[in-house]
């Protein structure tokens, strides 16, 4: 079974389709897990995650590499209604416009985001894991990245 399919029938089978997406992510503060500051496991990349108003996330990706920062991302999650949007801004790509992708699966520490005509990736998606740790991973055809972060925040 391709990666795809699988993704998308554990969220079906999670309860997490487009149609519940209102009833578990109905703003912002259902992403309320997502804040804070994480750092990759096995390098010194970081995601940095504030809760903007009641309906929007902000969040920065960066690397720190002999004591100098780079930015590698700036993101946005808006959850409004119950439809909701994660925008991705990475220097130097697409003109420095944001993607769009659209949320599409979202259960309770869990949410999938897809924009099918995006070359690289096609889905990103977050998951909660226990309290100290944040799952991530993006693909598109037949690549996949896994992403493992832990708090460095209390």
């Known amino acids: 079974m391709r990666i795809s399919a699988f993704l998308i029938i554990t969220?079906?089978?999670s309860g997490?389709?487009?149609s519940?997406?209102?009833s578990s992510c109905p703003d912002a503060g259902s992403l309320s897990w997502l804040a804070g500051s994480w750092k990759m496991a096995d390098q010194d990349i970081y995601e940095v995650w504030t809760k903007d108003g009641n309906t929007r996330m902000q969040?920065?990706?960066f690397a720190i590499e002999a004591g100098d920062t780079s930015i590698l991302?700036?993101?946005s999650m808006e959850i409004k209604d119950g439809q909701g949007v994660f925008m991705a801004a990475v220097?130097?790509?697409n003109e420095g416009r944001p993607v769009v992708f659209t949320l599409v699966g979202c259960v309770a520490g869990k949410l999938l985001f897809e924009n099918p005509s995006h070359?690289?990736?096609n889905r990103i998606a977050y998951e909660q894991g226990?309290?100290?740790t944040l799952l991530a991973w993006v693909e598109g055809g037949t690549r996949k990245l896994t992403f493992t972060y832990q708090r460095t925040d209390p």
Do not use: N, R
């Open 73 to 75: 991302e700036q993101m």
């Open 16 to 18: 997490c389709s487009t």
């Open 11 to 13: 969220f079906l089978l």
């Open 119 to 121: 070359d690289f990736p």
């Open 130 to 132: 226990d309290d100290h």
């Open 91 to 93: 220097p130097d790509q």
């Open 59 to 61: 969040g920065t990706s």
């Open 20 to 22: 519940d997406a209102g």
